[in-house]
């Protein structure tokens, strides 16, 4: 049985925070403002700890809603990085396609999650209400891994064109530890899945 609860919380709020700063990003890079865009991203990077920092240690901000909302946050700024980053050539097309690739699979996996752990009669209403807590998310260790060391390309791309390494052998093995830990993480959830999921009971 599915539970009520306050989906307004600080958490949430800061994930939220960080999805209106994506586009903001995408934006800043594809007119090659990378100074802004740096402070940009390290604002979205402080939502991200903050808003895990105040779920760990106040019971009351913690929410099954953050728990899907977090990550969908993590990937919706990241995929927008990563398509600006290489329309602006910094990073590898085969690589934002093998990211983008997952995270669309994951972003689909959570949406069919929810239409599952909802009782029936399933409805829109129910679907969508943020209220209605049926699940949550836990990611994968290697899932964690991934989304710092995708964070970590992302700034190191950023401050490429700032500080002039944009050639840096250093930014290619980045590449190739993100397409690792990328393809890792895949798997992870593909053999974890079950795992990852706690439905919701009374």
Request: proline share 6%; charged share 15%.
């Amino acid at each position: 049985m599915p539970q009520y609860e306050n989906p307004w919380t600080i958490p949430n709020m800061l994930s939220m925070t960080r999805i209106g700063l994506a586009p903001v990003l995408g934006y800043l890079i594809i007119e090659e403002d990378f100074n802004i865009a740096l402070g940009v991203f390290a604002l979205a990077g402080l939502t991200d700890l903050l808003d895990g920092f105040i779920a760990r240690n106040w019971a009351s901000q913690k929410s099954a809603l953050g728990s899907a909302l977090d990550p969908l946050a993590d990937k919706i700024l990241i995929s927008i990085l990563y398509v600006s980053l290489t329309y602006a050539d910094l990073i590898p097309v085969p690589l934002t396609y093998m990211i983008i690739s997952r995270d669309v699979m994951l972003i689909a996996a959570v949406f069919y999650v929810r239409y599952r752990t909802l009782p029936t009669p399933r409805t829109l209403s129910k679907y969508f209400n943020p209220c209605y807590a049926t699940a949550r998310l836990k990611p994968t260790f290697i899932s964690k891994v991934n989304t710092a060391v995708q964070l970590i390309l992302v700034a190191a791309s950023l401050a490429a064109p700032v500080f002039n390494y944009a050639d840096s052998i250093y930014l290619q093995i980045l590449w190739c530890c993100t397409a690792f830990t990328t393809g890792a993480s895949a798997y992870s959830y593909y053999h974890y899945g079950r795992k990852t999921v706690q439905v919701i009971k009374d």
